[in-house]
């Protein structure tokens, strides 16, 4: 189960209130995806193939181009470069950067261990109920203040977290970032 939900998201390196950059899609002639007149970012969808210079993202069932050159940052469990976005990725598109397979989980922690734990989810975010969440190697844990930067040890059974996951199909998700109020 892939739980996906980005409105929520501060683009990486930005900051609130600093303008956001923007990606543009290319335009597209009839014998390859449809020209999308208008079309302005966010853009959500999964990669449907790659094509020289950029992606073809098919959102709603609409084909769009995007290109890379536009594209500022592409995180994918941790940064990485817009060569590692695969066809079958779930995309979220927006200010120039690329969000892949990831997502937010907020609920209570009911099990810990070495490689991960089970959150008793009751966020906003997708469904409800016990999911299994490992801990990504690129975890990062927030802050409290800008004095106290959290660590593992501050996650226990019975906090209540959120956390920004990464999965893909058929693999577990991944912790990337945790936090607690």
């Known amino acids: 189960m ?53 992606m073809v993202v098919d959102s709603a069932g609409r084909e769009v181009e995007v290109s890379f050159s536009n594209i500022v940052d592409v995180w994918k469990e941790t940064s990485v470069a817009a060569s590692a976005i695969e066809v079958g990725d779930v995309l979220f598109v927006g200010g120039g950067h690329v969000w892949a397979n990831g997502g937010r989980i907020d609920g209570v922690i009911q099990e810990i261990d070495a490689t991960g734990m089970l959150i008793d989810v009751r966020g906003p975010y997708g469904p409800r109920g016990l999911q299994r969440v490992d801990f990504s190697p690129y975890i990062e844990y927030g802050r409290v203040d800008d004095s106290v930067r959290l660590t593992r040890a501050d996650f226990v059974v019975g906090r209540e977290i959120g956390t920004v996951i990464y999965g893909r199909a058929g693999a577990p998700l991944r912790a990337t970032r945790i936090w607690f109020w």
């Open 2 to 54: 892939l739980i996906l939900a980005f409105g929520w998201l501060v683009p990486p390196g930005t900051m609130l209130g600093e303008a956001p950059r923007t990606a543009t899609p290319s335009a597209s002639s009839k014998s390859s995806p449809e020209p999308s007149p208008g079309l302005s970012y966010p853009l959500t969808g999964r990669v449907a193939r790659l094509i020289p210079g950029g």
